[in-house]
């Protein structure tokens, strides 16, 4: 068991290197969003938070719920819908905690979604990438992009939309999880840094032409297959600083 207040005290401090930084996160939360209990016994984590995510939960005997990605109320225009108060319901009559890290989840250095795939990989961290939301890695030697897409496959477990349009052989990659379809103005900045591979979670219908035409080879795994890494090794990191039951909790998702 572990006291929720304590709890974000430990999380507060875990993130604070990169606090700052996630206050031009305007997507998603970056720390506790609902307070519940003072007891937590159990840990949910998941990637997005749905009501399919908290019903899992309830029904694991959850305390504390973390996601990647909160509830978002930007949109809402100063009214709760029923489908919002569906899902705050169970929240309020489970007496749930709910946490969100977005961006800190994707740039965290150690733990994050895709800092963890360049290790896996066996590559070194270089320098952020996409304004600090993801990272470039160097490969020790020249590797076929298609071994190192296998290797990828095997992370993520998941099948691949894939453009080869760049070296048969690759050391500098950029790993952007979740939305990184590149804009236009994503491909000079790709091109600048010499990146061969870019993997990331999603395709945009304008994304075969603009790879195409830069040279450079492209692999989407999925958003939500992207970004389930940070939240296990964020549980890994709980577990072995508290007492306290964590489970990661599936809500199947092949986008």
Request: charged share 30%; hydrophobic share 40%.
């Amino acid at each position: 068991m572990v006291y929720r207040d304590t709890l974000m005290v430990f999380l507060n401090k875990y993130f604070s290197p990169f606090a700052e930084k996630a206050k031009r996160d305007m997507y998603g939360a970056n720390g506790i969003q609902f307070e519940g209990k003072d007891e937590i016994r159990k840990i949910a984590l998941g990637v997005s938070a749905n009501k399919e995510f908290f019903e899992k939960a309830v029904k694991r005997e959850a305390d504390c719920l973390i996601v990647h990605h909160g509830l978002n109320f930007n949109n809402l225009n100063q009214r709760i819908d029923a489908l919002m108060k569906s899902r705050l319901g169970i929240l309020f009559n489970n007496d749930l905690t709910l946490i969100g890290y977005h961006f800190l989840l994707d740039h965290h250095p150690e733990i994050g979604n895709n800092a963890l795939v360049i290790k896996k990989l066996g590559g070194e961290i270089r320098e952020p990438f996409y304004d600090e939301w993801g990272w470039v890695g160097e490969l020790k030697e020249k590797t076929l992009v298609t071994d190192v897409l296998k290797n990828c496959k095997k992370i993520y477990d998941h099948e691949p939309y894939i453009i080869l349009k760049g070296p048969k052989k690759i050391k500098r990659f950029a790993v952007l999880s979740g939305a990184g379809a590149p804009h236009s103005s994503d491909i000079r900045a790709l091109k600048d840094e010499n990146i061969e591979l870019l993997i990331t979670g999603e395709a945009k219908e304008d994304t075969p032409a603009w790879i195409t035409e830069a040279g450079i080879n492209f692999a989407s795994f999925g958003h939500y297959d992207t970004e389930k890494l940070g939240l296990k090794a964020l549980g890994e990191v709980i577990k072995a600083q508290f007492y306290v039951d964590v489970e990661f909790i599936e809500v199947p998702n092949e986008l």
